[in-house]
């Protein structure tokens, strides 16, 4: 059985950082894409960054340019994202994914697995 399983979130001040990671289980995803997407309150789920099976393409979404960064560890079945410099706009439920290719993710396209999410709470 896959599962993806987030881990990371909490409570931060704006400016702050906090690292996000995905463990994936019941498969190896080394020749996946993965990705994170993200749903605050009242909105609609949005891609945030992915990446391909090696880690050297990556794709963000212009609202996190140069403060989130997307890796993984295959040895580890693991995708991380760093976070920095947030906002109170970061604020949602971000979601690990697994799809065929980080370009159609970031399409909010192709996504295969789901996580459960974990909860990112930014205050100002």
């Known amino acids: 059985q896959v599962q993806l399983v987030e881990s990371g979130g909490g409570l931060v001040q704006a400016g702050g950082s906090l690292r996000l990671s995905c463990a994936a289980s019941g498969r190896t995803f080394s020749s996946y894409a993965m990705g994170w997407f993200r749903q605050a309150p009242g909105k609609e789920r949005e891609f945030v960054a992915s990446c391909n099976w090696s880690g050297k393409s990556t794709y963000s979404a212009d609202s996190v340019k140069g403060r989130f960064t997307i890796s993984r560890d295959n040895a580890k079945n693991t995708v991380y994202l760093q ?42």
């Open 83 to 124: 976070m920095n410099s947030l906002k109170p706009e970061d604020t949602a439920v971000y979601y690990c994914a697994v799809g065929l290719a980080a370009a159609t993710m970031r399409a909010n396209r192709g996504m295969d697995y789901w996580g459960k999410g974990t909860l990112v709470t930014v205050s100002s």
